[in-house]
């Protein structure tokens, strides 16, 4: 999967909890993206990284914050996780801008109880 | 908003038939354009990109780009029970960022 390693892979949390998931690359790509993954709205962008601590919001960003102080590492917390947060999350990364693909991670599967 | 249609399916279609897969697209400007496969419970993986007008083929897989009429379609050829999973299509903006379709669940049977 590229270089790419997301932790954890399942989680189960309850509502109210601050949650945070990493995404890990080796390939020293710029750019990092968060997605998130439900049935019938398809993969949303959360927040993406075009270099270390810049970051910049998706269309779903509310409820959500990242940071970025390392090339290879990208957090993304959920302040005060909420049942609606409850989804598959991607990490993805891309090594230029307008051409380059995307490529995924393996994915973590929250679940907010 | 910035939009890329998908029709949901399923589309289903016979061991060695052509499925045919389409896109479109709200942003004209988009120069980018790229078809993920998904199977059921792993994380997308590229199989096609196309950046001009055309077709571009790989194998099995043909993808088709009218910037005109703002569409893109994946075509593949002698589709096997393997190809069974759901096509995304995603479409570049802002030269950074890539918005995707919802997908086309495909089911090829034999």
């Known amino acids: 999967d590229a270089g790419i390693t997301q932790s954890p892979r399942h989680k189960v949390t309850e509502t109210g909890t601050p949650v945070t998931l990493r995404c890990h690359q080796t390939?020293?790509?710029?750019?990092m993206y968060w997605y998130r993954q439900d049935p019938g709205h398809g993969l949303r962008l959360i927040h993406y990284?075009?270099?270390?601590?810049?970051?910049d919001k998706g269309e779903v960003s509310d409820g959500y914050s990242v940071s970025r102080s390392k090339t290879e590492d990208f957090l993304l917390t959920l302040e005060s996780a909420t049942s609606s947060q409850t989804s598959v999350y991607f990490c993805?990364?891309?090594?230029?801008?307008?051409?380059?693909?995307?490529?995924f991670g393996n994915g973590t599967r929250l679940t907010v109880t | 908003q910035k939009e890329v249609e998908q029709n949901s399916g399923p589309l289903s279609v016979p061991e060695g038939a052509i499925a045919s897969l389409n896109c479109t697209y709200s942003?004209?400007?988009?120069?980018?354009f790229f078809w993920y496969r998904q199977y059921s419970g792993k994380s997308p993986e590229l199989i096609m990109s196309?950046?001009?007008?055309g077709d571009k083929e790989d194998g099995r897989f043909t993808a088709q780009l009218n910037k005109a009429s703002q569409y893109v379609s994946l075509l593949i050829r002698d589709s096997q029970p393997s190809d069974s999973a759901t096509y995304l299509c995603?479409?570049?903006?802002?030269?950074?960022?890539?918005?995707f379709g919802t997908g086309t669940r495909l089911q090829v049977f034999p």
């Open positions: 196309i950046y001009s007008n």
């Open positions: 942003d004209r400007g988009s120069q980018s």
């Open positions: 390939e020293n790509h710029r750019y």
């Open positions: 993805a990364i891309m090594s230029a801008t307008g051409d380059s693909p995307l490529h």
């Open positions: 990284s075009y270099g270390v601590k810049d970051t």
């Open positions: 995603a479409v570049n903006v802002n030269t950074d960022k890539l918005i």
